[in-house]
Every structure is written in C-alpha cells, then in structure tokens.
C-alpha cells in the first residue's frame, strides 16, 4: 500500500511537473519543425518542383502521423503500459517477458537501436540550428557558406551540453522547462503569423490530402517521402522511455498543449511556401529552411537563439533517456555494470558517466563525419522506427496480458506494426546515404547486449551448485576452531550463484580448501533485481544456527544497489530479534558498538583451458570477460568501495577432485636415468641432484 501510495503522489498532474517535462521530454519531438518541411521541399528536388496540393498533402501527412504515431500509440497506449510509473521499452519488456523467452529478442534490438538515435539527436539539431544563422545578413557576410564555423559552434554547444549533464535532470529540467513553454509558445505564433496569410491551408486536416499525395506522380519519392515525414514524430520514443522523469499524468496533462503548437508552425510553414514558391530569388536559394526564412526579418536573430537553445534541449531527451534504459538494461543483464550516480533524491534522476563520454566522442565524430545537417538527416530517423516496431511487438503482449480481447490487441498491433513497417522501408532507402550509420552504432550496441546475455547463459549451464546443508557441519566446525586465525568477524560472499540452500561450489572452495577462512558468521548474499524498479526487501535464512545467515536481496531495478548500507540494516534486525549473538568490539571509535567487522569475497571467475565449452561458447565468454575487465568494477557497483573487500580469482568450472587427480592422464614411468647427454651440462649448472 505504501508503494501504490508513493506512485500516486508522484504520479498527480502539477504546473510544475508539467514544465520539467517540457524541459525533459518534448525536446526531441519540439525540434521537429526545424527540419521536416526543409527536408521533404529537398526530397523532391527543390522549391521549383512542388505546388500547392504537394505542400497540403505534405503536412496532411505529418498531422496524422503525429496523431497516429504519437497521440494514439504512445500517448494513449504506450504510456499506460507503465512499470510503477517507469517507461521505455526495457520497462514494457519487464512487464511481459514471462509470457515468452524469444520477447527478449525485440528489447534488445528496441533499445540498441533508441541509443544509437541518441546519438544523432543531438548532432543533427544542434547544427541544424546552428545553420540558421545563414539567414542572418551580418552573420553570412562575416562567413558565407563556411561550414567549418557552424562545426565549430555546433560542437562547442555539445561540450557544453554533456558537461552539465552531472547536475542531473531535475535540475535541467526545471530549467529547460520554462524555456521550452515559452519555444512552443513561439512556434505556434509564429505559425498563426503565416497561417493568417493563407488559412485554407486547414485543408491538411483531412487525411484525404495524404494519402493522394503518396499516389500523385508530383510526388517524386513515392512512398518514400514517408521517409522524411517521419522525422516529425521521432521524439515520441523519448517521451515515452522519459516517463519515469516527469511522471505520466504531466505528460498527458501537457502534450494537447504541444501539439497545437506544432500543428500551427507546419500550417504556418506551409502557408508561406505556398506564397513564395513560384519566386526566382528563393527558387535560388540553396538548402531553403521554410522554418527561418517564414519568420519576419526583425526577430529571426531570437529565432535562431531559440531554436539553438531548443536544439539543445531536444538533445536532453535522448541523453536522459539513454541514461535510463542503459541503467535498466544494466539491471536486466543485458550490458554490463557501469557507474550510476543519483544527483538528487528524487526518482528517476540519475547520470551515467560512462555513457555521457561516449555519447559526447560520438556525437561530436558524427558532426565531424557528416558536415551537413542534410547529410546527417539521411541517417536520422532509420533507427528509431526499428525501436517502434519492437516496442509494437511488445505492446501487443502486453494488451494479451491484460486481457483485452484478441481481436482488438492483434488489431491495434496490426494497424502499428503495418504503418511503421511503410516507414522503416521508406527510411531504409536512406541506408547508402548516411542511414549506415546509425545501422553500425545499433549493431555495435546490439553486439555487446547479445555476448552479455548469452554469456549469462553459459555461466549458468556452468554453474556447479552445492548444498549448505552438507556444509553445514563444517562451517560450524570451522567457526569454533581457534587453532586457526580468525579470518574476520562476518565473512560475506556476493553471488548470483545462489539459490535457495544452494550455493556455487567455488563459494565452499574458497572457505574450506583455498584458505580455510574461520569467521563467526559466514553470510552468502544473492541480489535478486526485481521486475518493479524500487523495490527493498530481503529473505533471510539462518538454517537453524546462529552463524550461517543466507540472505536474498531484493532490489529494484532503478535502486542503486549499496550492499553494505542494506546488510548492516539486516544485522541490526536479526540481533534485535535475538537471531544473531552481538559482536562487541573491543577496540573501536563507536562507543558500544555491538557490530563486529566485515569482509566481503568477491569470486571473480575466469576461462581454463580445462573446461567442456564449445569454440563458440568459449569465444562468447572470452568476450564477455574482456568486456567486463573495463567496466565497473564489482566493488563499485555494490558500493563497496570504501569496504574491506577481497577478490578471488576461479576458474569458470572447479573440476571435481577425481580431476585433479587425472590431471590429463599423467604417468608414472620408471627410468635408470633422469639425466641425458644434452643436459648433463645443465644439470651441473643448476645443481640439480639425483635421487
């Protein structure tokens, strides 16, 4: 009840919540305007090529696919397919993956690609706006068409932006948010301006307009143009894998908002391009940006600050969204640990360093690559209908969960999955263009999700378990035993290796074999990750004694997973409870303290080359360990790294002690001499003596 409770509160609709997801999540999709019209006007070969039933069916087709795409999937159904208020694609899969084991298949190609899309949002917008300034006379006097400056600034701003990313995005939201209220505001006014000049433009609202426009032979892309129409919806992912930063009913409550506010800018856009089309001075213009050049002269140096600011801001998104489905996938096991930092209380707020500084090398290599906001919209877009498309897939799980009938569920999957398939095709023509980009970095991505996942198998099907209970005896032994040193007051074993009363065997070898370690309580702790992402609770076993204490741990998939903090909380209720004898210390800064010393053992596995693996496997494991050997390492991640910790190192598969003994069939043989001709002279050398 107290969790239902805390998700309410944080779930009601504020002002403010609504203006932090202004600033968090409408970023991406709020830029749109700035390069939709320019882009299909480029598709079919300039101002000189379309007339007015092209510009109407033109943004006919971006009303709906903003209706469609972004209003009915995300907004109304995607978004209430939350994991206790969490979104995004690895939250929807949390939700269904017990339905079937191949579901983790669509996740990890949905979320491979949205962060390979997080890399080019902030590339392709940001010099986008960047470009704006062409328009601006005194600017293009001082440079002209010198696309090195607009580099230059474009990736100064990206420095800046990933910089101030460790503030965390409650605090850039709250910042960004009033900026973003008053960019939308703006669009839409200065849409109403243009729009006023030619209000038949409406007309777009039929869908009518859209679809003879796929069919008019005006049309030169065909049903490719769907391809640069659907850069005008490619924020509606962010919005919802951002869910868990704002809260949904801020969401809902904000969005109507701003979509009026970018109807009206594709309206007003749409008027002007009407009215000047058939003009020889802009049919000259190269790369013609109906969004700058539709603004009246005396403001379109603020526009061009606005819209750089908002490019900015629509970089946010992906950026605190990669964030968070990087976070989760960490926690599903599907990449391996990386450093998360928490800058404020709050849920949902966290930053990755690790992936701020790839994002930051990328984004900054992809402006370098490509040049041209032209060029990088070739690669835009492609990655982001392959995470649709899985995210429909999973959706339609999700309503089979929730028993809304089948007729319905495999409708509206249907209906999705065939107008995003059009736009995945359309977009894939972009691929010798640019898009291969974007395919490269979701492979890459894809790549490492695949060997983390599939190594989680091998050492699974490796894993050797025993029963403490046949221990049990020992152990009890061994603490009492004071002909050995004591090894420490509590010993605790971190494992996944655990289930139920049994243990990795590599655990018992490590206290009885390796060094037997003598302590007054042996803990063996499992951290279990939860499908809900706050969840704090723990499952303690004590076996019928006082000294071995075996504990599951169970935390949510968004709470940071500080191992000690959590044990010396256990410790304290188990003493409380009379379970656990107190642990006096006689020397200690803590007068009276009453919890003795801790040691955590960290077994850190690795490959033999004694071991049963295939080729594959082996290859599969020998990349997921050198993958490992860079990142966080496990001391960090359990927030030990302030704590006595030891690491051992075991093989991957501890052979049984008849295999030892068998050691590759050594021999015994008897000989009259050790010695030869050829080593006489060694032996002398070395003093070897016979025996």
């Keep these: 009840m107290k969790k239902e409770q805390q998700h309410h509160q944080i779930d009601k609709f504020k002002i403010g919540g609504a203006l932090v997801a202004m600033g968090v999540v409408y970023g991406d999709i709020g830029t749109s305007p700035l390069y939709v019209m320019k882009a299909i006007i480029e598709g079919n070969g300039g101002l000189a090529h379309i007339s007015e039933d092209f510009i109407i069916g033109a943004v006919s087709l971006i009303v709906w696919t903003l209706t469609l795409l972004t209003t009915v999937k995300y907004v109304m159904i995607a978004l209430k397919a939350d994991n206790h208020g969490e979104g ?51 600017f293009y006097d001082a440079f002209g068409n010198d696309q090195g400056v607009i580099m230059i600034i474009t ?109 009206c800018n594709y309206f007003g856009q749409a008027a002007w391009i009407i009215a000047i089309k058939d003009s020889p001075y802009y049919q000259k213009v190269e ?9 009246p002269e005396n403001i379109s140096v603020l526009g061009v600050v606005f819209a750089t600011v908002a490019a900015v801001i629509a970089s946010q998104a992906l950026i605190s969204g990669s964030y968070t489905l990087v976070s ?43 040049k041209t906001s032209a060029k990088m919209e070739a690669a835009y877009g492609l990655a982001i209908t392959v995470t649709m498309l899985m995210t429909t897939v999973l959706l339609l799980f999700y309503l089979l969960e929730r028993k809304i009938p089948k007729v319905i569920s495999f409708g509206v999957f249907i209906f999705f999955a065939a107008i995003e398939s059009i736009f995945f095709i359309s977009s894939a023509t972009k691929f010798f263009h640019g898009g291969f980009v974007a395919v490269f970095i979701a492979l890459a991505i894809l790549l490492v999700m695949i060997i983390w996942e599939k190594g989680s198998h091998i050492q699974e099907s490796q894993n050797q378990r025993v029963s403490l209970y046949d221990y049990r005896q020992q152990l009890s032994d061994l603490s009492h035993d004071e002909s050995i040193a004591l090894y420490q007051t509590n010993v605790v074993f971190l494992t996944n290796n655990l289930k139920g009363h049994k243990i990795g065997r590599e655990i018992m070898y490590s206290i009885l074999d390796k060094k037997p370690k003598r302590a007054k309580v042996y803990w063996f702790v499992n951290v279990f990750v939860t499908d809900e992402p706050f969840t704090k609770e723990y499952h303690v076993d004590m076996m019928d004694t006082d000294h071995i204490v075996n504990i599951q741990l169970r935390l949510g998939f968004r709470v940071n997973q500080d191992v000690n903090l959590y044990l010396r909380r256990i410790v304290h209720d188990l003493m409380e409870e009379g379970k ?42 020998q990349a997921k360990l050198s993958i490992k050997s860079i990142t966080t390492s496990p001391a960090r991640w359990f927030g030990l790294q302030f704590s006595d910790v030891i690491t051992e190192s075991v093989p991957l598969n501890i052979p049984g002690y008849n295999q030892h003994l068998k050691c590759d069939q050594l021999k015994q043989v008897q000989v009259d001499d050790f010695s030869s001709e050829e080593d006489e002279e060694e032996d002398d050398e070395y003093n070897l003596t016979r025996v």
């Excluded at 790369?287 to 603004?295: C, E, I, T, V």
């Design 155 to 263: 990736i100064a701003i990206i420095c800046v932006l990933f910089m101030i990313q460790r503030f965390g995005t409650e605090k850039v939201g709250k910042a960004f948010g009033p900026v973003m209220l008053a960019w939308f505001t703006f669009l839409g006014a200065v849409g109403i301006y243009n729009f006023m000049g030619n209000p038949e433009v409406i007309r777009a609202l039929n869908p009518y307009y859209a679809v003879r426009l796929l069919v008019s032979p005006e049309n030169k892309a065909g049903l490719f143009i769907l391809g640069s129409v659907f850069l005008a919806t490619t924020g509606a992912e962010a919005l919802y894998s951002d869910m868990g930063h704002v809260g949904r009913k801020n969401i809902l409550g904000s969005w109507p908002y701003i979509k009026i506010c970018l109807l």
């Design 88 to 138: 995004g694609i690895f939250s929807l899969y949390t939700l269904v993956r017990k339905a079937s084991p191949y579901l983790i298949i669509p996740a990890m190609i949905g979320g491979a690609a949205l962060l390979a899309d997080g890399v080019l949002t902030p590339a392709v917008t940001i010099t986008t706006a960047i470009e704006g300034l062409r328009g601006i006379p005194t």
């Design 328 to 370: 989760e996938a960490v926690k599903l096991k599907l990449l391996p640990r990386f450093k998360i930092i928490y800058p404020t209380n709050k849920k949902g707020q966290l930053y990755i360093p690790v992936v701020n500084t790839i994002l930051l090398v990328t984004c900054i290599a992809i402006v370098l690559f490509f």
């Design 287 to 295: 790369l013609l940006n109906p969004f700058f050049r539709m603004m």
């Design 580 to 621: 656990l004898p107190k642990q006096p210390q006689k020397y200690t800064i803590y007068p009276g303290r009453e919890v003795g010393d801790f040691c955590f053992v960290l077994i850190k596995e690795e490959l033999s080359r004694k071991s049963d693996l295939t080729n594959f496997e082996r290859l599969i494991m």
